[in-house]
């Protein structure tokens, strides 16, 4: 359940307040996963977007925390792309991250919107990243491997794995931002653009516009068909499992989205 600004700690917003000094708005994000409150946080000096998850124990992490630990690991090496990580505090039995402001609007993925254009220059950007070194352990594979032997998936490419149309940032100023990288890790190159063929169909795609799109990059045209066919399958039956902890509308239209392009690449489908 996610909570509201109210509910942190005196103490927690004491520590916080260390480094605002005097908070006079603060603003719930209409949306977001991965904490347990996002909000855009006026002070004296400006804006900041926080995020803040609660401890499932005094010392326990839960998976909030560890998302948010990890897009902490993560944000030094890809201020190229995401907004820059100003502080975090630690209090409480809550941890907050506080977030350079952006002003933004979400990405459109439909087909012809000119956001494909600046979504194309991110990802031929992210496939010649180096390879951060707090990646060497952060294998993407390892999402499916409950599903048998995702060894082809496997890779030395800096992923953020999940380039969804509220990830991607388009300022006023003309700059793209990528933000949420709580999935990031390296794997085989492909799996960038793999991930995104569901939300290019929920945007209106066909599975044959939705692949062409994916042609312009490298990475796609030169992976083994059968290895696109196997992630292919696997993505839609994991998904099809997750429905049994999630029946929400956008995970019934991720799964089916998930469903067709199998059915696609199996050459079920006419389009």
Known sequence: ????????????LDAVKAH?????????????NHADITATVHTMDGRLFVKAARKTAPDTDGPEVRSLRWEAAINPHVTEYAPRLHWTVEAGGWLILAFEHVQARHADYTPGSPDLDALTKIIHSLQ????PDVLERKRVERRWE???DMSALAGNTLLHADLNPANILLGDDGNAYVVDWTFAGRGTAFLEMALLIPWLLKAGHTPVEAERW?????AWTSADPSTIDLFAHVFAAKWQTNLVANSETWALEHAAAARR???????ATPN
């Open 1 to 12: 359940m996610r909570s509201d600004w109210s509910d942190l700690p005196p103490e927690v």
């Open 20 to 32: 605002t000094g005097p908070i006079y708005r603060v603003e719930p994000a209409p949306a977001g």
């Open 128 to 131: 010649a990243h180096p390879l």
């Open 146 to 148: 409950t599903m048998g």
């Open 214 to 218: 994916t042609s312009q990059f490298p």
């Open 261 to 267: 392009w199998v059915s696609h690449r199996r050459g």
